[in-house]
């Protein structure tokens, strides 16, 4: 059975421009978040309060958030630190991320921590977020493979999962950063998290298309009964610490399956369309989701 309606979790504005080479203005940033909470996405993440030297495209946070921050909209930023949930909630954030890595060359190169270093850097950084009554989303990065490492154990996913869960995370979402996994896999890990007590519920899955397998991952995740996907706008995307990482799942690929499917997700794909097109001749290239290109080659 699959779910009558999934919540989009949208993050081209940050894990979509996180990895732009040129900058994007800010004002352009603002008005790509305000067309994409006007297509109809409810959950539009934002920016992230790293440090800037570490991602210079989002080094603008202070700028862009209050431009967007009166949006009837969810407006998650990714926090990696107390510093950086600080700067959060002196701007009046309401939700926050931390990003975990199932795999140790991951932290080192994302994080500059081990995995059980950054475990340790987010803990208060949660414990704080939840008592401040903020939502609190947790990535896990390289749940399926990674590029140093090759495939990842299940095993060692649900480990890292299950301390974000236990530390008060509400939602976790299941990263494959390079866009590596494929069904099968995806559906032995959420059956081996609920093993592990992680109710699907709390559950979501982040997809990058790397080898075309974004959709189909999806497909298999909705049957498991997960409702919230991560997709970002046009397909734009990719991780600055990690080789190899492609664009996200595009959104516009996501709404035309579930649109398909008959699954509600109050977005007007149409808007999208638009937006994705638009945001396409500020960066001077083409979108890369297939979606996209069909419907404006008309
Ligand atoms: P570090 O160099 O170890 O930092 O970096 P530190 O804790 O040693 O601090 C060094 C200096 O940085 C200090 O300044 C801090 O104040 C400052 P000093 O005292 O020397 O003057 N600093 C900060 N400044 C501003 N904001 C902050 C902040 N924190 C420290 N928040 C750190 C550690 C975590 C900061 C760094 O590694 C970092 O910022 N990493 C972020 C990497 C990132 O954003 N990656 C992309 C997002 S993850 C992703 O894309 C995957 C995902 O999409 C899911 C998937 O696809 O898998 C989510
Ligand atoms: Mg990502």
């Known amino acids: 059975a699959l779910p009558a309606r999934v919540r989009i979790h949208e993050v081209g504005p940050r894990d979509g421009l996180q990895n732009e080479k040129t900058a994007v203005p800010t004002g352009v940033k603002a008005e790509f978040v305000r067309r994409l909470a006007a297509a109809g996405l409810s959950t539009v993440e934002a920016t992230s309060f790293v440090h800037p030297k570490w991602v210079p495209q989002l080094a603008d946070a202070e700028e862009l958030f209050p431009l967007v921050n009166g949006l009837p909209v969810r407006l998650p930023v990714l926090v990696p630190n107390e510093r950086g949930l600080d700067r959060a909630l002196a701007l009046g954030a309401r939700e926050v991320a931390v990003f975990a890595s199932a795999t140790e060359s991951f932290a080192r190169?994302?994080?500059n921590r081990t995995v059980d270093e950054a475990l340790a850097m987010f803990e208060p950084v949660v414990i704080r977020a939840?008592?401040?009554?903020?939502?609190?989303?947790?990535?896990?990065?390289?749940?399926?493979?990674?590029?140093?490492?090759?495939?990842?154990?299940?095993?060692?996913?649900v480990r890292v999962t299950k301390a974000l869960a236990d530390m008060g995370c509400d939602e976790l979402?299941?990263?494959?950063?390079?866009?590596?996994?494929?069904?099968?896999?995806?559906?032995?890990?959420?059956?081996?998290?609920?093993?592990?007590?992680?109710?699907?519920?709390?559950?979501?899955?982040?997809?990058?298309?790397?080898?075309?397998?974004?959709?189909?991952?999806?497909?298999?995740?909705?049957?498991?009964?997960?409702?919230?996907?991560?997709?970002s706008a046009g397909g734009l995307g990719g991780c600055p610490y990690a080789k190899s990482a492609t664009g996200n799942?595009?959104?516009?690929?996501l709404v035309w399956m579930l649109d398909g499917l008959g699954i509600e997700t109050g977005v007007d794909l149409a808007a999208l369309t638009a937006t994705s097109v638009w945001m396409a001749e500020q960066l001077g290239r083409p979108s890369p989701s297939r979606t996209v290109r069909a419907l404006s080659h008309k």
């Open 173 to 231: 979402s299941l990263g494959d950063t390079i866009g590596v996994a494929t069904p099968g896999h995806v559906q032995a890990l959420l059956t081996a998290l609920n093993g592990a007590g992680v109710p699907t519920s709390r559950l979501a899955v982040h997809f990058h298309d790397t080898y075309g397998q974004a959709l189909s991952n999806t497909l298999a995740a909705l049957r498991h009964g997960v409702t919230t996907v991560d997709a």
């Open 249 to 253: 799942l595009a959104t516009e690929d």
């Open 130 to 157: 939840v008592e401040a009554g903020l939502k609190v989303r947790g990535y896990l990065s390289m749940c399926f493979g990674d590029p140093w490492e090759g495939a990842v154990p299940v095993e060692r996913t």
């Open 109 to 111: 190169a994302n994080l």
